[in-house]
T-cell receptor, first 117, second 112 residues
């Protein structure tokens, strides 16, 4: 089975531009989360989506937005890019269910390396 | 509040055991995880422990949890050069968003 896939792998933008990053979860996984990893630091939580609804948001400005599609893939959008947005953006999927089963493992994709000049 | 701390660097010789330590502050953590990140790659889930457990062993990996001191450790037995990577511990709260809070990572260098 394919793991979490992300596109593009690398991206270079200039300040003020916007960017769209894409993620396809593992087949059967309904929950997608986005994380930002700045060089030398651990990942920071941005968003979580489940069944096309936002279920959690980290401490990021409104320039960051996301959505999830009926096939459970997801997009992360960042507007008005700043130099500080340069980072590795990671997508993670999990097989979250609405039942009593506690499913918790998150599986990460390879990330999209965004460079803002 | 949520805060996860790790030491920055650990160097060991091939064949020795490695112990990577982590402290967390939120007592409502339910699951604690260890992830491995190799250069230019995403995060690989190595193992996890539920907060009501003290120890978990998985092949060369042993996780110890001291809930009283909020201390988590990962022991890698017979460390190999392929184990060289950055190791992140992460906690997951059982409240609302279920996001992971990561430490800043420990770079493990294995010398031949």
């Amino acid at each position: 089975d394919a793991g979490v896939t992300q596109s593009p792998t690398h991206l270079i933008k200039t300040r003020g531009q916007h960017v769209t990053l894409r993620c396809s979860p593992i087949s059967g996984h309904k929950s997608v989360s986005w994380y930002q990893q700045v060089l030398g630091q651990g990942p920071q939580f941005i968003f979580q989506y489940y069944e096309k609804e936002e279920r959690g948001r980290g401490n990021f400005p409104d320039r960051f937005s996301a959505r999830q599609f009926p096939n459970y893939s997801s997009e992360l959008n960042v507007n008005a890019l700043l130099l500080g947005d340069s980072a590795l953006y990671l997508c993670a999927s999990s097989r979250r269910t609405s039942g009593a089963e506690r499913v918790h493992e998150q599986f990460f994709g390879p990330g999209t390396r965004l460079t803002v000049l | 509040g949520e805060d996860v701390e790790q030491s920055l660097f650990l160097s060991v010789r091939e064949g020795d055991s490695s112990v990577i330590n982590c402290t967390y502050t939120d007592s409502s953590s339910t699951y604690l995880y260890w992830y491995k990140q190799e250069p230019g790659a995403g995060l690989q889930l190595l193992t996890y422990i539920f907060s009501n457990m003290d120890m978990k062993q998985d092949q060369r990996l042993t996780v110890l949890l001291n809930k009283k001191d909020k201390h988590l450790s990962l022991r890698i037995a017979d460390t190999q050069t392929g184990d060289s990577a950055i190791y992140f511990c992460a906690e997951r709260l059982d409240t609302g968003r279920r996001a992971l809070t990561f430490g800043s990572g420990t770079r493990l260098q294995v010398q031949p």
